[in-house]
């Protein structure tokens, strides 16, 4: 028996091994001026339209290749403006992110005005959400709720950013979408710090955290629990004024 465990977990570890080496290859940083140089010289549209062909093929390494080999010939051309908005398209696709915040920052900054800065906030968001995601411990089916939702909560502000800023834009339902789905990922997070702190007897903590998600979060699906742990660690405190008023907040809310 003990042998047969030994076998499935030595399996698991290579198979975590595989895994771990094919996002690690795929966070790569950007292309260096050697890679850069190695791109043929072409003109600018020429280089372009090979770029575009690459990316619709899913080959975002290559891409982020032309694309930066584009973005460092030709920085002031008339094409240079989109070749940054497909970097960063490039970027998140292979995963590497910090690299596409970066882009995405330089270009806000620069042009601050652009018709497409809804796009970029846009994609922004998606960049910080896919930046918060740890894909090995996805893969493995790991729940990780209990992770720091800093980068989240900045996802949270760039579609809210979108939303507020323009209206019209076609990215601004889908935005919208995003924000609900996020608002209840940042709940779920603070419903388990509380229980981690009730579980642990450390009841006022666990009270405080409840009480940030409902004055927070008052629009997600975790009002209720959040509540109901309130009056539980309420109780354990001998707080009985407090523990009344939670009940009487969940009961307006059953």
Known sequence: MTNVVGKRSLSKRSIAMVFAISVLSACSSA?????????????AQALYQDAKETLDSGLY????ELLSAI????????????VQMDLVYAYYQSSNTEQAIATIDRFIKLNPNH??????YYMRGLVNIKAHENAFQEYFGI?????DT?????????????????????YTDEAKKRMAWLLNKMARYEIKVANYYYEREAYLAAANRCK???E????????KQALELMVKSYDKLGLSELKSNAQDVLDANK
């Open 31 to 43: 292309p260096d001026e050697e890679e850069i140089q190695r791109v043929p010289n072409k003109s």
């Open 143 to 147: 729940d990780r709720a209990d992770r």
């Open 150 to 170: 800093k980068r989240t909560r900045i996802a949270y502000e760039d579609f809210s950013t979108l939303v507020k800023n323009y209206p019209d834009s076609k």
């Open 71 to 82: 973005d460092s010939r030709y920085p002031f051309g008339p094409l240079s403006k989109q």
């Open 61 to 64: 390494v290559r891409a982020v």
């Open 212 to 214: 940030y998600v409902v």
């Open 216 to 223: 927070h979060f008052s629009k997600s699906s975790y009002t």
């Open 115 to 120: 018709k497409d800065l809804d796009y970029m």
